[in-house]
């Protein structure tokens, strides 16, 4: 009864606000206002992202706690590293586009372990690089290198026990309006199938990062290339078509021809191999062909580098009216690496492990001055 009173009560205060509210007007000496709107929105990024490339530095496994304990009480080791495994990574397997391996199982790392009860599972992942468009790969931080998992299971003695680590692409990448992208892994971690695994074999992969620009009218021959499977291979195109003129030899990956038509032309590359069920893999490229006589540089990929060993590439230009003058227009050099402002050869000792992006420039002799610019990486490696 004290509840409905008071709800009556409080109905009728409101009515009362509302009738005093709704029944005066304002005075006329009332200034006029503005409107403020707030809005919401979630701005979708200015490109897709087209490839996440992750390099996997270690994966490990850590065994369940009283085989630890005794392990430990037999070696009399307190090291918090006590218990972790770590496995073999397949050669050539360690780097992987999470793009191109939506639907298959790729197989990472095998090795054999005691039987036994293992709890933990973790993974480092020592680069990632992510494609927006058909720009360039971009470095990404991690918020973390180590992904740990507790994920109890069991080895045993004659069988294959395998683990799927199942990264969702989708929910991982995020791009912001302003083109920053942050990674946070969304993965799943789970039983799967075991796959039948040669020694030293891998499934197929295109090899060929980029393939050069070209010209109207010049002469333009590339080669595709794809590691592991079964051989021999063959190529196709699978979406999008080549520069006009441009064909593909399905059996050796060389495209070649004299291009006919100026423009940026982007297709899907596939490799598929010999096995049985077939393996295939796909990578997506943009070729650029330039305007008769237009200056346009080339080269869309460096070679790679060893700390303390020397170095040697040239980037190449058409068209425009030689000689040539080549310059950084930003970015640097590899520590050790000097450009040769007349020949476009990049030469030296590098000093120093990284990868190193700049913007390279060319110029040629015309009255006005053309000019054309390339992004491009070089990557150093330890020695």
Not at 5 to 34: F, R
């Amino acid at each position: 009864m004290k509840i409905s009173v008071l709800i009556v009560t409080i109905v009728a205060a409101l009515a009362m606000v509302v009738m005093l509210v709704g029944g005066y007007p304002a005075p006329e000496t009332a200034q006029a206002k503005g409107t403020l709107q707030i809005m919401v929105t979630d701005a979708p990024p200015e490109e897709e992202v087209t490839s996440i490339m992750v390099t996997v530095e270690s994966v490990e496994v850590h065994k369940a706690a009283a085989q630890q304990e005794q392990q430990q009480s037999a070696t009399n080791s307190t090291n918090e590293e006590a218990g972790w495994l770590p496995l073999d990574i397949l050669a050539g397997n360690e780097t992987f586009d999470l793009l191109q391996i939506q639907g298959i199982e790729e197989v990472l790392a095998v090795t054999e372990l005691e039987p036994g009860k293992y709890t933990q599972i973790r993974m480092t992942i020592g680069n990632l690089q992510v494609k927006l468009g058909d720009g360039d790969l971009q470095d990404v931080i991690l918020p973390s290198g180590k992904l740990k998992f507790v994920r109890p299971f069991d080895i045993v003695e004659g069988q294959t026990t395998a683990l799927l680590f199942d990264f969702d692409a989708e929910k991982s990448v995020n791009v912001a309006g302003s083109g920053q992208i942050m990674f946070k892994p969304v993965i799943k971690l789970s039983m799967t199938t075991p796959q039948t695994i040669e020694p030293g074999t891998k499934h197929v992969k295109i090899s060929t990062p980029s393939l050069p620009n070209g010209a109207v009218g010049v002469s333009y021959n590339a080669t595709l290339t794809a590691d592991g499977g079964v051989t021999p291979y063959t190529w196709s195109i699978d979406k999008g078509t080549l520069p006009a003129d441009l064909t593909l030899d399905s059996v050796t990956g060389i495209i070649c021809g004299v291009p006919t038509a100026s423009g940026d032309f982007t297709f899907t590359a596939k490799v598929s191999d010999n096995s049985t069920p077939i393996k295939s893999d796909t990578q997506r490229y943009t070729i650029t062909i330039a305007a008769n006589e237009t200056l346009i540089i080339t080269t869309m990929n460096m070679a790679d580098g060893v700390e303390e060993t020397a170095y040697n590439a040239t980037v190449v230009a058409l068209g425009g009216t030689p000689p040539y003058t080549w310059s950084i227009a930003k970015g640097n050099l590899p520590d050790g690496l000097a450009i040769d402002t007349a020949s476009g050869v990049i030469s030296g000792t590098p000093t120093k492990k990284g990868n190193y992006n700049f913007t390279i420039q060319v110029s040629d002799n015309a009255t006005p001055v053309n000019t054309d610019a390339q992004r491009l990486r070089i990557r150093i490696a330890e020695d």
